[in-house]
T-cell receptor, first 113, second 113 residues
Framework: AQSVTQLDSQVPVFEEAPVELRCNYS??????LFWYVQYPNQGLQLLLK??????LVKGINGFEAEFNKSQTSFHLRKPSVHISDTAEYFC???????????FGQGTRLTINP | NAGVTQTPKFRILKIGQSMTLQCTQD?????MYWYRQDPGMGLKLIYYSVGAGITDKGEVPNGYNVSRSTTEDFPLRLELAAPSQTSVYFC????????????FGDGTRLSIL
């Protein structure tokens, strides 16, 4: 069975500082990986996805993530955050033949001025 | 494209009442999902469907029912509403269960008093 662990439940950072949100997964088969963002009182919006190819994936709003198969990780990064990046971030994993994705518990990113 | 549309956006129910949360998608997606999200928590899968006429339980199905008579619609029924069902409910759809991202609606905020 697959599982996803988001290692930090909350991450506070200062505006314009870099940030990394960590996601580790466990799976015995090849995976497909996703990061979602949920702004307050909204639904989940896809930030980026890794399906195949380059392990460095670029998404919307200046975010990027790197798939590391040996470390079974898919950490999300942004070099300089803005107040508007305050949100909940969810990592999700799937595999071929699966009927659903497995979501992590979320990381709350708080940006301080 | 409207994507995934959920109605209503807000609802207050009395204990013991019943209601149906509507979800419709216009992307011709076979896979559809219902999640609940409690305050400060992640997503919990209630029910899902891999196509018209096929539904299956998620991790928290008790107190809910679903049907999938068409590809577009996936209503969630609450029978005998209880305070523990106070939550935000999200519907999502996808072209593939494990290889593609899910597209989320904006949610229904439900309070049971």
């Amino acid at each position: 069975a697959q599982s996803v662990t988001q290692l930090d439940s909350q991450v506070p950072v200062f505006e314009e500082a870099p940030v990394e949100l960590r996601c580790n997964y466990s799976s015995s088969v090849s995976v497909y990986l996703f990061w979602y963002v949920q702004y307050p009182n909204q639904g989940l919006q896809l930030l980026l996805k890794y399906l195949s190819g380059s392990t460095l994936v670029k998404g919307i709003n200046g975010f990027e993530a790197e798939f590391n198969k040996s470390q079974t990780s898919f950490h999300l990064r942004k070099p300089s955050v803005h107040i508007s990046d305050t949100a909940e971030y969810f990592c999700a994993v799937g595999h071929s033949g699966a009927q659903k994705l497995v979501f992590g518990q979320g990381t709350r990113l708080t940006i301080n001025p | 494209n409207a994507g995934v549309t959920q109605t209503p956006k807000f609802r207050i129910l009395k204990i013991g009442q019943s209601m149906t949360l509507q979800c419709t998608q216009d992307m011709n997606h076979n896979y559809m999902y219902w999640y609940r999200q409690d305050p400060g928590m992640g997503l919990k899968l209630i029910y899902y469907s891999v196509g018209a006429g096929i539904t299956d339980k998620g991790e928290v199905p008790n107190g809910y029912n679903v049907s999938r008579s068409t590809t577009e619609d996936f209503p969630l029924r609450l029978e005998l509403a209880a305070p523990s069902q106070t939550s935000v409910y999200f519907c999502a759809s996808s072209t593939d269960g494990g290889e593609q991202p899910q597209h989320f609606g904006d949610g229904t905020r439900l309070s049971i008093l």
